[in-house]
């Protein structure tokens, strides 16, 4: 899967985007979430207050409820503040 | 009648009347316009928009699908900018053509109210030497609310 990060989510993980296999035991946007949190580091900080963030899934805004599979693109972001 | 649909994400200004001119055409009785700038209040200097590159066109389009199955148009253009803007310089042009007014007017506003909650973009603004990233107002989804089967 691919799974990529914006604005201040991109900052404090460090990177935009990356590929990786789907994680064991991920069946969830929140799981996935959960996943990425505690590799720790800035990905823990990016990752401390789910309630800061917005995901979407093959670029469709979702909610963390929503199952990826291995051949997603995921990404999360900040609430967005365009117009 | 389906409207026709100009979406674009770019780092370079736009020319409104360019865009009025393209939509213009038998039929189109009205056309709105919103412009919106870059506003220089509480000290801020520049601001730096990002975008989800696919994504935000795509939610940009639906937006503009979604008024043209609401209100009666003829053209729908959206331009919204991304990278390093200052203040004073415009961002984003919402333009709506219809026979008749009222549908171009509320479909404009629409059109800001729904891209502000859903279209991928985040703001990060410059305060002298400092960058902060915007956050997301509650007027912000109220006002897309407003527009909801009741």
Not at chain 2, 18 to 27: C, S, V, Y
Not at chain 2, 29 to 49: C, I, K, P, Q
Not at chain 2, 72 to 95: E, F, N, Y
Request: proline share 5%.
């Amino acid at each position: 899967m691919n799974v990529l990060y914006f604005a201040w989510v991109r900052q404090k993980v460090g990177r935009s985007e990356e590929a990786m296999d789907l994680p064991a035991g991920v069946a969830t946007v929140r799981a996935l979430a959960e996943h990425l949190k505690a590799k720790g580091g800035g990905y823990a900080d990016a990752f401390a207050d789910f309630a800061r963030l917005r995901a979407a899934v093959n670029q469709e805004h979702v909610s963390f409820d929503t199952p990826v599979s291995a051949n997603d693109e995921v990404a999360f972001f900040p609430p967005v503040t365009g117009g | 009648m389906s409207a026709v649909i100009h979406v674009r994400v770019q780092p370079e200004p736009f020319d409104v009347n360019d865009e009025l001119e393209a939509l213009a055409g038998d039929g189109v009785g009205a056309v709105a316009t919103f412009t919106g700038y870059v506003r220089g209040d509480g000290g801020l200097t520049a601001m730096t928009l990002e975008h989800y590159p696919g994504m935000t066109e795509r939610e940009i389009a639906h937006c503009a699908e979604d008024a043209s199955a609401r209100w009666p148009l003829t053209g729908v253009t959206v331009i919204h900018r991304v990278g390093r803007l200052k203040t004073g310089d415009p961002i984003v042009l919402v333009a709506t053509a219809s026979a008749h007014r009222a549908a171009a007017f509320e479909a404009c506003e629409f059109l800001m109210d729904y891209l502000k909650t859903r279209a991928p973009f985040w703001k990060q603004e410059e305060r002298g030497e400092g960058k902060a990233w915007v956050e997301a107002r509650a007027s912000d989804d109220a006002a897309a609310e407003r527009w909801r089967p009741k």
